[in-house]
T-cell receptor, first 114, second 110 residues
Framework: DTGVSQNPRHKITKRGQNVTFRCDPISEHNRLYWYRQTLGQGPEFLTYFQNEAQLEKSRLLSDRFSAERPKGSFSTLEIQRTEQGDSAMYLC????????????FGPGTRLTVL | QQQVKQSPQSLIVQKGGISIINCAYENTAFDYFPWYQQFPGKGPALLIAIRPDVSEKKEGRFTISFNKSAKQFSLHIMDSQPGDSATYFCAAGGNYQLIWGAGTKLIIKP
């Protein structure tokens, strides 16, 4: 399977704990995106990488959130001191760049904060 | 200026009918308008996308109509099938950032 993969698929944690999610993009894609999706809503942009450089961060990304893409390949999204409001589906997408910059999405990680 | 408004919120169509979903955007700088399909438990998957230099794009049973002056675009699904039952999202953006509509839950009745 050469699509975008995300791990874990589901994560249940207690309020105040830290969690980390991983995204493996399509191999030749140099752009990587993180989104958050809550029930009944469209995805909300969180952040974007061009290779290893984090070029844009949404104001939704509070200081408890941090994302990395250390070697321009896989990426991690960490949430520190989780809150119940962090419960959502976290989606990763990747794209090749260029004129038709289609974003291909992974299956997401569903986070539940108790 | 960053909103994308999508309607209807839900839609029920008989098998073989035409499903129509509408979106409106505000930012005239947007130059890329994709439609995504999402099944429960899955990430969104691109259906069809359009740039503002054309008014219509057709791929199989799916057509995007684009009205630049009205800042509106719509998805038409011809000969709708039960397998089309899913949530559909429009989005608008440019370069890298997409602003998404709230989604339309489409149910195709056999």
């Amino acid at each position: 399977d050469t699509g975008v993969s995300q791990n874990p698929r589901h994560k249940i944690t207690k309020r105040g704990q830290n969690v980390t999610f991983r995204c493996d993009p399509i191999s030749e894609h140099n752009r990587l995106y993180w989104y958050r999706q809550t029930l009944g809503q469209g995805p909300e942009f969180l952040t974007y990488f061009q290779n290893e450089a984090q070029l844009e961060k949404s104001r939704l990304l509070s200081d408890r959130f941090s994302a990395e893409r250390p070697k321009g390949s896989f990426s991690t999204l960490e949430i520190q001191r989780t809150e119940q409001g962090d419960s959502a589906m976290y989606l990763c997408a990747s794209s090749l760049g260029g004129a038709e910059d289609t974003q291909y999405f992974g299956p997401g990680t569903r986070l539940t904060v108790l | 200026q960053q909103q994308v408004k999508q309607s209807p919120q839900s839609l029920i169509v008989q098998k073989g009918g035409i499903s129509i979903i509408n979106c409106a955007y505000e930012n005239t700088a947007f130059d890329y308008f994709p439609w995504y399909q999402q099944f429960p438990g899955k990430g969104p998957a691109l259906l069809i996308a359009i740039r503002p230099d054309v008014s219509e794009k057709k791929e199989g049973r799916f057509t995007i109509s684009f009205n630049k002056s009205a800042k509106q675009f719509s998805l038409h699904i011809m000969d709708s099938q039960p397998g089309d039952s899913a949530t559909y999202f429009c989005a608008a953006g440019g370069n890298y950032q997409l602003i998404w509509g709230a989604g339309t839950k489409l149910i195709i009745k056999p």
